[in-house]
């Protein structure tokens, strides 16, 4: 028997170093997620673990792809705990939709790319097929908070 | 009695110096706003006023966080102008669903959030409980006119 | 009688130096587009022709305004492309909705609009009525392999 979403989700989540018992705190006036017509949106994530933002700083500067690639991973795992804290279970979500990735980038800095193939290669691993989506990524010059990175994501309920 | 949107709306445009006899007119070669199966999709809307662009410049550099907000604020009666146009009344919307709010950031400015806040506060005083949405916010480098911050929305009608 | 889309589309294809009988090629882990509930999802797409950027650097810097909208044009034809693999035919493309356009910019380069409208101007000219769309363009510090353009589109089948 595979495991099931929401095992791996778990897993996922602690390899990153979450505390899964705390709830998602959001900071400003909006809401983490809006289901609609078999639509779910989530709010741009940023890397936050509880109330700290793991990883802060430009890409191609003083944050590494390794480290910016784990950001990516962290933002993935807070909008799939957005999801299951949402939805109820991740068994819910049908089919991911539309990622976009914006990475804090040096001006030289061209593996926008490859910083969201991590967060994409995580929503595989927790999602399987129902994992696959379509996908945007980009180079900002600031993020809030000083993130490396930060994402959003629609998906199908 | 509480208000209705329409009301509220047209004071918020007011107090922002809006004359709503005019039509918000789009510059680009597309469209201000297309519903489809329930979903309204608005373009992304600079400060403009008339045919001015309100606020210009870097955001953390030669403008500061309270005229950031001010922009989005005009972001966001524009985009309401533009619901109510398309729509007939504000009263069809639905469920706010997706906000995206770029702010033309010096490297250094990461209160993307902040600014981002002042358009959410504008969308529940109008909206009420249908104000409620997801939201992404971002620096860029620059934007169309040299505009300070641009927003677009995605609702349910 | 008019031409078909998938003529016009093919015209388009030739003038910009596209050999359509090359399928498109993705590099990330994610998916060029999923259909779901009546919308396709397109992922952001870059310049390429084959396995080549055509367009890359910064727009207002060293690449000029008429260089940037060729680029524009080459990703709007990507994504048709895509769009006409994943449907079949470019008829089933019932109205484009959401079109975002990231350019990369120097700092004081202010014409994304610009860039923008020659994406939009090839989506009505393959597209016709069903061509119209919303659209947001904003200016980024960089793009995956230093595309001077990148975007992406939604659009209702």
């Known amino acids: 028997m595979t495991d099931s979403r929401n095992t791996l989700f778990e ?6 170093g979450f505390n899964l018992s705390e709830a998602i705190r959001i900071g400003g006036n909006y809401t983490p997620a809006i289901v609609h017509a078999g639509t779910a949106y989530v709010s741009g994530q940023v890397p936050r673990i509880g109330t700290v933002v793991a990883v ?6 003083e944050v590494t792809l390794e480290e ?6 962290i933002c993935t795992v807070r909008t799939l705990a957005i ?9 819910a979500v049908a089919q991911a939709l539309r990622m976009t990735v914006y990475v804090q980038s040096a001006m030289d800095f061209t593996q926008q790319s490859e ?4 967060a994409s290669a995580l929503l595989h691993e927790v999602l399987g097929e129902a994992g696959r989506h379509t996908r945007t990524s980009v180079g900002v010059v600031q993020l809030p908070k000083n993130a ?3 994402l ?5 309920v």
């Not at 802060?56 to 500067?61: D, I, K, Y």
């Not at 910016?68 to 991973?73: E, I, S």
């Open 11 to 16: 897993r996922a989540a602690q390899r990153l």
């Open 115 to 118: 910083v969201a193939d991590a």
């Open 148 to 150: 490396s990175v930060e």
């Open 56 to 61: 802060t700083g430009r890409v191609g500067a």
């Open 152 to 156: 959003d994501l629609v998906v199908a």
């Open 83 to 91: 999801l299951r804290q949402t939805l109820g279970s991740l068994d």
């Open 68 to 73: 910016a690639q784990r950001a990516a991973c």
